[in-house]
């Protein structure tokens, strides 16, 4: 239940506090950014993230500050982080959509006077606005939720948007197409692929991903490899190894964040794991197929016009066929009608 409504006094500075290991946690917060822009117009918003999120959050108008955390940094604690954000002021709310003890007792200590966050781990004390949980909601619907608790009077009925989005200026945007031309990206479509995943159980066996570019590439299209970590970079090289006749684009440990998301602008479809990447496709307005073993693609998936998500049978990403997700991408390439990149490279 809702612990209580939100006072009369005016709100000036608000804190969203979100996840400061998980990028893609941060990317899923951007709806909640939104709408509290919308609910509180005059107010400064500041983000508190680790520092992947603060990197893809670069350029989000929503926002007028981002403040990188590592609650485990004993030079961030959050008396100090609280002096270093705002001086001897407090921030009027703060909304926590991270669902750990530690991130409410940060809120607790910036001292906000409306603290609304989830009503898990034994933190409910800290909180004046305990939300309830919704398990078998969309991610993006239980954050909005924490908003909807403390929103004026009225203003918790509007229909807040949960589309997923992230900003990219005009450089970035060419920076991205100038590194596909440098590798000669070339085909009717360009389609990106991340085989890799930070947790080996997220990750979808080499052997379907090989089948999935050898069948797209047989249609033609540009297989693009993206990915900055060791997995992505030692799936890649397996992938590789797996079908050479096929030509791949590999652009994995080549890019910055905000180069892959440059790359990914570019696009007609991008087919990954459930990782920080296939949030960064959804939210850049990318086709995308998800692929999800032992996380719930109800929760985290991308699913709608553009976007279908593919749930392993039993969790299990070993169990996963070719055939769906070949069939999936087909439909979203046929169904979609992108400018072919090939055209401003084809030599």
């Known amino acids: 239940m809702i612990f209580r409504r939100t006072s009369i006094y005016p709100v000036r500075r608000v804190v969203v506090l979100t996840k400061h290991h998980y990028m893609g946690d941060t990317i899923v917060a951007v709806p909640l950014l939104r709408a509290a822009r919308s609910v509180y117009p005059g107010a400064e918003i500041t983000l508190l993230t680790g520092k992947m999120g603060a990197v893809a959050l670069q350029e989000c108008p929503y926002i007028d500050s981002i403040h990188c955390y590592n609650p485990r940094d004993r030079h961030y604690s959050s008396g100090n982080l609280r002096k270093a954000l705002f001086g001897d002021e407090r921030p009027d709310v703060c ?11 940060i809120g607790y200590r910036l001292g906000a006077r409306i603290r609304a966050g989830f009503a898990s781990e034994g933190r409910a004390f800290l909180l004046t606005h305990r939300v309830p949980y919704r398990k078998n909601a969309p991610e993006i ?8 608790a403390v929103a004026p009077e009225g203003k918790d009925r509007l229909p807040y948007d949960p589309t997923p989005q992230l900003f990219l200026s005009d450089s970035e945007r060419q920076r991205g197409m100038a590194l596909l031309r440098e590798r000669e990206a070339i085909g009717p479509f360009l389609v990106g692929l991340q085989a890799g995943a930070s947790y080996p159980a997220k990750q979808w066996t080499i052997a379907g991903f090989a089948a999935v570019a050898d069948a797209l590439a047989s249609d033609g299209h540009g297989i693009v490899l993206l990915g900055s970590g060791k997995a992505e970079t030692d799936a890649a090289r397996q ?4 079908i050479p006749h096929v030509p791949l684009v590999d652009l994995t440990g080549a890019t910055t964040l905000r180069e892959t998301m440059g790359v990914l602008s570019h696009l007609s479809l991008f087919i990954g ?9 959804a939210s850049l307005g990318i086709s995308t197929i998800g692929l999800f073993g032992p996380t719930r693609a109800d929760k985290w998936g991308h699913d709608g016009p553009r976007g279908i998500v593919l749930s392993a049978p039993e969790g299990d990403l070993s169990r996963l066929e070719p055939g769906p997700v070949i069939d999936a991408a087909r439909r979203l390439l046929h169904h979609f009608d992108s400018t072919p990149v090939a055209l401003g490279i084809a030599r």
Do not use: K, Y
């Open 95 to 105: 909304l926590i959509s991270d669902r750990s003890f530690r991130s409410a007792w």
């Open 141 to 148: 619907e239980c954050f909005l939720d924490i908003l909807r």
């Open 239 to 242: 992938l590789r190894q797996v």
């Open 273 to 281: 794991n459930d990782t920080g990447v296939n949030h960064m496709a």
